[in-house]
């Protein structure tokens, strides 16, 4: 009996091993956001209400919650969009920076509008003052450079099939050390 494992010997044992080590280890903060275009092939942004950049439509991941849900919650309390979210373009690993400790931002396809869709979009709760469509040039412009260079990944992922993995924003194998997000 000496030889077996631990989880057979003592599921009791077995269960505390794992809580201890499940206390111990780190956490990530998870979100999700959704590339979601119109019919011109404009990308949609918010402007959230709590910080001064806009960004991609989506949101920070609830506790125990996949990152495909946390993008179908999130556009439904924000925008009342009730939309399958598509394939995985890209998951982006963000660093630490300020105050904020790294974390894993997932990022899907929303598919593309009807114009009658996109006539009706509005932000549905105080966290969003505005939700819109913009070209290219402008995401460019309105986006932090680390969420812009995630976008045109995702936006590449569509045409291609193939999923990216990033490091703030880079294709993991460009990013140099020196690069911050």
């Known amino acids: 009996m000496a030889d077996q494992p631990l989880y057979e010997r003592d599921p009791a044992a077995w269960q505390a091993h794992l809580a201890e080590g499940n206390a111990r280890q780190a956490r990530k903060r998870v979100a999700a956001d959704v590339i979601i275009r119109n019919q011109a092939d404009e990308l949609l942004l918010v402007d959230p209400a709590y910080k ?5 439509p989506g949101g920070m991941a609830e506790a125990n919650e996949p990152p495909h849900e946390t993008a179908k919650r999130e556009l439904a309390e924000e925008l009342g969009l009730e939309l399958q ?3 995985l373009l890209c998951i982006d690993c963000v660093s630490a920076h300020g105050p904020w400790d790294d974390s894993l931002v997932f ?5 593309t509008l009807s114009q009658q869709e996109t006539t009706i979009l509005r932000p549905r709760d105080e966290e969003l003052r505005e939700a ?4 290219h040039d402008e995401t460019q412009r309105l986006l932090r450079p680390y969420v812009w260079r995630r976008a045109q990944r995702a936006l ?3 045409d291609t099939g193939s ?3 990033l490091i703030d924003g880079y294709a993991w194998a460009e ?3 020196d690069q911050n997000p």
């Not at 990022?107 to 598919?111: E, H, I, Q, T």
């Not at 819109?132 to 070209?135: A, E, I, V």
């Open 52 to 56: 001064p950049d806009w960004d991609l």
């Open 85 to 87: 979210v598509g394939q």
């Open 107 to 111: 990022v899907f396809d929303g598919g």
């Open 132 to 135: 819109r469509f913009c070209p």
């Open 156 to 158: 590449e992922a569509l």
């Open 163 to 165: 999923t990216h993995y």
């Open 175 to 177: 990013r140099r050390l």
